[in-house]
């Protein structure tokens, strides 16, 4: 809930069923991003930019409060907001980036300060060769992976002189009372009840006189929409692994990146998307970590989140939905792979359920909290491709170098998310160590993965 302009604010769905996964901690999900300079930015003007960011989307002053059921939880503006608590500048250890790293596990497995808005950035000075790091931790329900990276324009600059924009007014805040918080809850309960019930009105006859028209053809939409939504929602009720089955709270995260031209190149010559030249890479050090401990694989499940985005959205909130599907990972020849993923993922684009986002995440915020872990827990890879900035930028005046996306796992046994920086697909590798205990096995694995899709492509110039 927000106080902005007089108005309260409720999360969307699709943001509740974010929140709502907390309640399994093994479902976390924060997102942790890592961006490195070439040098220490001005540290007066990332300040300047953060706390611009915290004025023109105002979600970055919020914190939650919970509803009564079942209303999904509110925003409200921090009455104690401190720009300084979530701004804050350390010095690198004698471990370099391997110290960097290790920060960024640890900002992966924390929780947030629930009584303050869900980010925090750490600015880390002092790395080799007089290079810096910043990382940056939020809330998914504040964000998704391309709405982050539109977020990010706000601080970066297509210049190292850059400039400083006039910053605008901190929004209004009214401190709600607790009869306020009763008094909206009880009446977002009653419009909720009011809209289903005027839905189911409206659509009643409509389905009716179709199903007069052509009932062979009502039947038929009916049914598809239904299976649609049930595959959208499914519990899965096994790993397709027998070797990654366990899952804990314990995270192991790294870094592995691939020329963007090669991997786009690798794509064309199968006639496929560098999404599925992305997924193969993944499938291929799977397959290869599986025979690496003697285990046979086929096919594994797979989330992926599809971007419901569109030109008119703020960057703020999740415009996804998270798609499951299995993939071939148990397939060695890399073009073949690729080209089945490419069938799949067709597949999974093209759900009637799709455009029912919303209402299918308010309907699961409805139940108890143990069936998400139901729907998500037994899921085996998370993979996720995001768009990156295409072109160079800076941060206080120092060129950004690298940027690694560490997506949360949400009940699987690895994520790894691409994000793209100009003509480089850097991936962040976000392991739980439970199901994968040799992490650096793994990622041998995973890099090998991705060398054999390459190998399709032309070579490097």
């Known amino acids: 809930m927000a106080e902005i302009d007089g108005k309260r604010r409720f999360m969307r769905s699709s943001d509740a069923f974010t929140w709502a996964m907390e309640a399994d901690p093994r479902l976390r999900s924060t997102i942790v991003t890592l961006v490195v300079t070439e040098q220490s930015p001005d540290w007066d003007a990332v300040v300047h930019r953060f706390d611009l960011l915290t004025r023109t989307v105002p979600s970055f002053r919020w914190r939650v409060l919970e509803s009564p059921p079942p209303a999904p939880p509110r925003w409200e503006t921090d009455p104690d907001f401190d720009l300084n608590f979530h701004v804050r500048r350390l010095s690198a250890g004698p471990d370099g980036m391997a110290g960097v790293l290790q920060m960024c596990r640890v900002a992966a497995m924390e929780s947030f300060d629930l009584a303050r808005p869900l980010w925090q950035v750490d600015m880390i000075d002092g790395l080799p060769g007089g290079a810096a790091a910043m990382i940056v931790k939020l809330h998914h329900a504040l964000t998704d992976g391309i709405g982050g990276v539109q977020l990010a324009m706000t601080l970066f600059e297509l210049a190292p002189e850059g400039h400083r924009p006039e910053l605008p007014d901190v929004p209004s805040l009214r401190q709600p009372t607790r009869w306020d918080d009763l008094r909206d809850g009880v009446r977002y309960n009653s419009k909720l009840a009011r809209r289903l019930a005027t839905g189911a009105v409206r659509t009643a006859p409509r389905a009716f006189g179709a199903l007069v028209r052509n009932p062979v053809s009502a039947v038929r939409e009916a049914a598809a929409t239904g299976a649609s939504v049930y595959r959208t929602v499914r519990p899965v009720t096994k790993t397709g692994s027998e070797l990654m089955t366990e899952r804990s709270l314990v995270r192991a995260v790294s870094t592995h990146t691939v020329s963007l031209p090669r991997l786009r190149s690798a794509a064309h010559a199968v006639d496929v998307a560098l999404n599925d030249a992305f997924v193969a890479g993944v499938a291929g050090g799977l397959r290869r970590y599986h025979e690496r401990h003697g285990v046979s694989v086929d096919e594994l499940h797979l989330t992926m989140p599809i971007s419901l985005r569109t030109d008119d959205d703020r960057p703020g909130g999740?415009?996804?939905?998270?798609?499951?599907?299995?993939?071939?990972?148990?397939?060695?020849d890399p073009a073949l792979r690729m080209t089945e993923i490419h069938r799949r993922v067709a597949q999974v684009r093209a759900e009637r359920s799709l455009p029912l986002t919303q209402l299918i995440a308010g309907a699961l915020n409805l139940l108890p909290r143990f069936v998400l872990g139901e729907v998500l827990l037994h899921v085996d890879v998370l993979a996720s491709d995001v768009p990156g900035v295409p072109v160079p930028v800076y941060l206080g005046g120092a060129a950004v170098t690298e940027q690694y996306a560490f997506g949360p796992t949400i009940g699987s046994a690895v994520n790894v998310t691409l994000l793209s920086y100009v003509d480089t697909c850097a991936f962040g590798v976000d392991v739980d160590t439970a199901a994968i205990p040799?992490?650096?096995?793994?990622?041998?694995?995973?890099?090998?993965?991705?060398?054999?899709?390459?190998?399709?492509?032309?070579?490097?110039?």
Do not use: S
């Open 438 to 461: 040799d992490p650096e096995v793994f990622h041998a694995c995973l890099v090998e993965g991705f060398d054999e899709v390459l190998a399709l492509g032309n070579p490097p110039a």
């Open 318 to 332: 999740n415009r996804i939905t998270l798609q499951r599907f299995d993939i071939p990972v148990g397939e060695a």
